[in-house]
């Protein structure tokens, strides 16, 4: 499962976004950076609110400007030749990367496809804009995606529309368009939130083999842990539009350092448990977004919180190999960190 | 944990059909959504029964069925030996306060325009249960009970988060002192660490005030955790139930087994070891469910008596229920992977 990382292919640095509503300025995304290896998985894990959509989305430029805007923060992206800041593309330019270097799944299949075009048109599309293949070339190269994201016939199929298909098919009809014109990186927004655990099982699987097939670079946010475990390489939990830990995947379920980590795992019933135990609830509530972050956004809500955390806001500080956290208390050793 | 409590209700055959009508003027009835088709089971005083299965298969139908919100199409259910059935509506409000219901969306289940101190003590107005300041009282108990300060109930739902609604959704379930409760997906609408506290608390209540629930949840996970006994639903039918240790460490209906396959367990080692097994195509629809096993069609070892015959729902082993052709017959092992 997991890959040997080879070479950076996506390097967000500092990424800040700010909506600017008739309440106030919402602080979405407060200095969020993380990089992206070619043909690894990250999971971004966060509840609603975190800003682990709004991160991947202003990566796009596809939050609405205004209200939004991006007000700090660098995109690298290396496509092998020359490295661009997607942040800093024209529109036209933004226009050739979106669907063709980088595809994205949505969490709600029904009101991410367009009712009224069929779906052969609708992944055609992308073939047609950004491969320049001609009509008869697209309608061909589609049946082949339709069979390769598992839609039993495929050639009638092409000619339905989006209706006619169940929440499952619909997000393989998603898929399919996402992977159209064989993007490097796949982002997948909670693809499987809104679907059944059987259909969840199907989806999952089914983005695991054409991530080994095409050997693309998968980012898939959720809020499930249980699903991250399977899938991801690496994952990166938010909090309060803040990245608070970053780890490969067996060390965070192994040692998580922050305490919100800590207290996501410690919430989770465990289906394999025999002995029922009182599920560690996180008091209090997620932070208030229109507020200006100065200092730890988890501190409202941490047991260890001490005069420190209010002060000033923690970075991300390497505490092992590839795992940093962003937090001033040491949870295993139970006291403050040297954090410089 | 008492399961030996004696039977608070039970269900017996119950059925739901929705009809489908064709015709504008003058419509008629062209055939029916089977959303509950013919379910029985106890429910014991003080337990938890957990109820789970994928959207439409008719566990929330089956919940608001129990409580008469939706009247059924046939079968029979008892509270404290009584048929609610066959009670006028006027027989059947002088119950209404004993079984509640907390529902799934905090969100739209709470009037916008209403305080709190509205909310919760309506039920107590419309029950007669005393005067303002008698209502205002409790309405205040009610809110310490559950977690949420008495600053709070003058205030209107949209100034709180998702958890504390849920929190004035079970104040308001409390309120007339119920003995019964059907929990409709209470949590399915929260963020992880939330759901932990109102489950917590839903806990604590049972244990303060001897409640039973019917917990409806497609959560495997979370059901394993809060019931005694599970049910499993599969297209308007029970399809297995027993107890929860029995039910997920030898489940014997391959739906089940498929069930509990799929959801993923936050542990990378063991996810990454153990065998998953993944069904084939989606529900079938309601309206037009397959013949005789209502699972046969994503069944991966079906046999033809599958398709033919309907298999009865019987006590397979000392209180574990299973309609499958498979249990303890020659045709083969009901274990998907043994």
């Not at chain 1, 991801?232 to 980590?261: I, K, N, S, W």
């Not at chain 2, 014991?44 to 199409?73: F, N």
Request: net charge negative; aromatic share 6%; with cysteine.
């Amino acid at each position: 499962m997991s890959t040997q990382p080879t070479s950076t292919i996506l390097d967000v640095r500092n990424l800040t976004t700010r909506f600017n509503t008739l309440d106030g300025i919402v602080h979405a995304v407060n200095g969020v950076s993380f990089t992206l290896d070619e043909g690894e998985t990250l999971a971004v894990v966060g509840e609603s609110g975190c800003g682990k959509s709004v991160t991947m989305l202003s990566i796009l430029q596809m939050i609405p400007q205004p209200p939004g805007k991006i007000t700090d923060g660098q995109a690298l992206f290396f496509d092998g030749l020359a490295t661009r800041d997607l942040l800093a593309l024209s529109k036209s330019d933004i226009r050739h990367v979106r669907g063709r270097e980088i595809g994205i799944i949505f969490q709600d299949p029904l009101t991410s496809l367009n009712p009224v075009l069929t779906i052969g048109l609708q992944i055609s599309e992308s073939l047609v804009e950004h491969m320049g293949l001609s009509e008869n070339q697209a309608h061909k190269r589609t049946v082949e995606l339709l069979d390769m994201v598992g839609m039993p016939d495929a050639q009638k199929r092409y000619n339905n529309y989006p209706h006619q298909f169940s929440g499952g098919m619909r997000q393989r009809v998603m898929i399919a368009i996402a992977i159209a014109c064989l993007p490097k990186i796949l982002i997948a927004d909670e693809p499987t939130t809104a679907l059944d655990v059987t259909v969840q099982a199907q989806i999952v699987d089914l983005v695991s083999k054409l991530r080994d097939e095409l050997g693309v670079a998968v980012i898939w946010i959720t809020h499930d842990l249980g699903v991250v475990a399977g899938i991801a390489d690496r994952v990166m939990v938010m909090y309060g539009g803040q990245v608070v830990e970053r780890a490969l995947v067996d060390e965070l379920y192994e040692h998580p350092q922050h305490p919100y980590t800590n207290g996501l795992l410690g919430a989770l019933p465990k289906l394999y448990e025999s002995e029922s135990r009182r599920l560690v609830s996180i008091e209090g509530t997620p932070p208030d977004l229109y507020i200006e972050p100065k200092h730890c956004q988890f501190a409202y809500r941490c047991t260890f919180a001490f005069e420190r955390c209010w002060e000033e806001i923690p970075q991300l500080f390497e505490v092992g190999k590839r795992h940093k956290v962003a937090c001033f208390y040491d949870i295993e050793n139970g006291r403050p960190r040297h954090v410089p | 944990m008492s399961h030996d409590g004696r039977v608070l209700v039970r269900v017996e055959k119950l059925k739901k059909h929705f009809p489908i009508t064709r015709g504008f003027l003058i419509s008629r009835q062209v055939g029916a959504v089977k959303a509950v088709d013919g379910v029985s089971f106890d429910i014991h005083e003080g337990e938890t029964l957990g109820l789970v299965g994928e959207s439409g298969c008719g566990k929330s139908t089956t919940g608001r069925a129990i409580l008469q919100l939706h009247k059924p199409t046939a079968g029979r259910v008892f509270f404290e030996d009584i048929d609610l059935t066959s009670l006028k509506a006027e027989e059947l409000r002088v119950l209404r306060p004993k079984m509640q219901m907390i529902f799934q969306d905090p969100y739209s289940s709470l009037n916008p325009r209403h305080t709190v101190l509205k909310i919760v003590g309506e039920p107590m107005v419309i029950n007669g249960y005393g005067d303002n300041h008698k209502i205002k009282e409790r309405v205040y108990d009610l809110l310490d009970m559950v977690g949420l300060k008495r600053m709070h109930a003058n205030r209107f739902p949209h100034e709180f988060s998702g958890g504390q609604r849920q929190r004035i959704g079970i104040a308001r379930a409390l309120a007339l002192n119920p003995r019964f409760i059907v929990c409709d997906e209470p949590i399915s609408a929260l963020d992880v660490s939330i759901q932990a506290q109102v489950v917590n608390l839903l806990e604590d209540l049972q244990k303060e005030l001897g409640l039973t629930y019917l917990f409806i949840a497609h959560d495997l996970s979370m059901v394993r955790h809060i019931s005694h006994r599970v049910a499993v639903m599969y297209l308007g039918k029970v399809v297995e139930l027993a107890d929860r240790q029995t039910l997920f460490e030898d489940p014997l209906h391959p739906y089940t087994q498929a069930l509990i396959s799929a959801v993923p367990v936050p542990d990378p080692k063991i996810e990454r070891q153990r065998i998953q097994i993944i069904l084939e195509g989606e529900v079938p629809s309601p309206a037009n469910p397959p013949s005789g096993c209502v699972f046969s069609t994503r069944c991966p070892l079906v046999k033809d008596i599958c398709s033919q015959v309907e298999p009865e729902y019987r006590e397979a082993r000392p209180d574990h229920y299973v309609s499958c052709h498979l249990v303890d017959s020659d045709l083969g092992s009901s274990k998907i992977i043994s």
